[in-house]
């Protein structure tokens, strides 16, 4: 896929899982440019400095991403234009295969998902949170023998480290969904799988305002993948609903469900119609 | 009102905002015992070591906190029993009031909530996060001239340190709700405002599904107040549903309406019948 030409970013330092993806999505030779934070790769994309973004927006495990759903909702009108789900593989790595672990670095997700397994193969290490995955992986690199790293395959690589043991994580269902954003919505005579993301604000104060909505996507048979209640920041009990749907705008009874949710809400907004990908790696 | 002579634990360490609502609730002779995080303090009273415990489960503009919500579903059988609202109010700690402020110390959270108020005040200074908003405290109390904390007036007594401005959150709607959990479930009998929290998985791969959960609501008139998702935990697209809703076990239609929502659920867990008191301070 190619990036036009311009600059795709995404949550770094280099050697996140979002680069792999971002690497997946859009080749080796993309101009990839990593951010400090998922809110300021965002930014970039609205802002015109770079033309997409891939940002992850929910993990098996842990839950929604909420600074991204936060930001799309809040701080910028982009356009969600494809998503694809990771499997998430932690491995462990280390400067040299065979020496004796003390310690392992990573992010405290990374070292959370994989407690168990560290625990069996190496019951006296030290677990020590860093950063991200990819710091855990640099200071690895420069540091002594004995250290390991929870990371990538991209980490390993740009760090020149060994993989020590590959998916070490404690479960299999762990995955993430990452999404890329851009300024124009998708053109939806693409052809695909097509999904579709709104977030709306429904009037708590009235008995079932939530049923009626839902209520629309039930008489035109359209199937919600995701409901989610995020708070509308104007106090307590007002929250902002983020849904995801199967279907594109590019089909009638999807444009009708948009419109009937939109009638019924005090505020609306499209998050955009967007292709699913497969993960192939 | 009375902790029945036994422990009460909170969110530590001591000067927190759990720990004044701990006071507002049980007064200040209970006996509070602070716990390093919430998942600890939540399962010391599934394990009998205390009779109840006052953890935050939800703030109006960071959201639900997770970790509360994922241990009541996870990992222990408890009841919620009372539901506090707190409204969030920052002040800026000092040991003395009319020095320039050079530093400000806080929990992240705290200084995100107060970052306008302090630009304008105190457009110098500079921000730096540490652990809690009781450790910033301790910090300033201990530290040189110049340095200030954003906390509790708990906190403010606790180090005995001068209150140099109140209310400097950037925005009036910030409120946290606390609840207390206990093994038994609250009698239902007792004189109030009910509310009634539960959690359940549904069937994602049947259309309509929560639809159809959210109609047992709307034929019996009953108010949510609240629609959160988690993940189940067994793969993306797997979501655990957590409802609040307006009324206790004492009332029949919300038996009724409780009963339905089981036998329409793949998994499902009450997690109580509880008393909305008001915050008085």
New interface residues.
Partial sequence: MAANGKRVGFLGPPGTYSEEVAKNLFGESACLTPFGSIDLAIRAVAGGEISQCVVPI??????SV?VTLDTLAHEVELFISREI?MPIRHNLLAREVGRDIRLVLSHPQALAQCRRTLSRLYPAAELRPVDSTAEAARRVAEGEAGMAAIGSRSAAALYSLEMVAADIQD?S?N?T?FVTLQIQPLDSRLPGRWKTSIVCQID?SR??S??HI??E??ER???????????A?????A?LFFLDMEGGLGEARIQAVLQAVEQRSLWFKNLGSYLMLDWNR
Avoid: D, M, Q, W
């Fill in positions: 929910e993990n098996s495990v842990e839950g909420n789900v479960t269902s995955c969904r708590g008995p079932g939530l049923y839902l209520a996507f039930a048979e359209v199937n919600l993948t995701k409901i989610e209640s995020r708070p920041r104007t106090g307590l009990g929250y």
